[in-house]
């Protein structure tokens, strides 16, 4: 009976490693995927095609950032979700940059916004653990520590006392 048990239990293993190392590559795919992605949140929905929603996003980058954005560096904007009638609320819509660079300078400078909201794309796996965390990070930041999520993860610094510089010795 056992001589029988040991190829399942070998093969069994074999199995759980590969499960492992393809929902690491999943992970992976997915946060490669929403790189360059953008959440804008309170954007009124009173356009009629994709191009007019692009149009209006520009408009708030450049009156509250002084940032400009081109046709070509956009791949893809819409809007998540479906239309609720009842709600007077706007849907949150999707910005997918070409680059990198664009996406970084909007969320560098996002606290200037004043009628939007803007956060990073993340799969739902890392919100839910990004909002397990913000008890700790409230906590961190009470104590007087530097703390801030990166992705999904806590990173704490200890409030160091700004020293004086070292200054050279002055000789007579």
Request: hydrophobic share 30%; net charge positive; proline share 2%.
């Amino acid at each position: 009976m056992d001589d029988k048990l040991i190829p399942l239990v070998e093969e069994n293993k074999n199995l759980k490693i590969k499960v492992e190392k393809l929902e690491k590559e999943i992970e992976f795919l997915k946060k490669v995927e929403k790189k360059n992605n953008i959440i804008i949140f309170g954007l009124e929905e009173k356009e009629t095609s994709t191009f007019q929603l692009l149009q209006e996003f520009k408009e708030h980058l450049k009156q509250d950032l002084n940032i400009t954005i081109e046709h070509y560096e956009i791949n893809k904007i819409y809007r998540l979700g479906t239309k609720n009638r009842e709600s007077n609320k706007p849907r949150p819509v999707l910005c997918s940059f070409i680059s990198n660079w664009k996406k970084n300078e909007i969320i560098k400078n996002k606290k200037n916004l004043k009628k939007i909201n803007i956060s990073e794309d993340y799969s739902k796996e890392v919100l839910e653990k990004r909002k397990t965390l913000q008890a700790k990070l409230a906590e961190e930041r009470k104590k007087g520590n530097y703390a801030y999520l990166k992705y999904d993860k806590l990173i704490v610094k200890e409030n160091q006392k700004i020293q004086e510089k070292r200054k050279r010795p002055t000789h007579c």
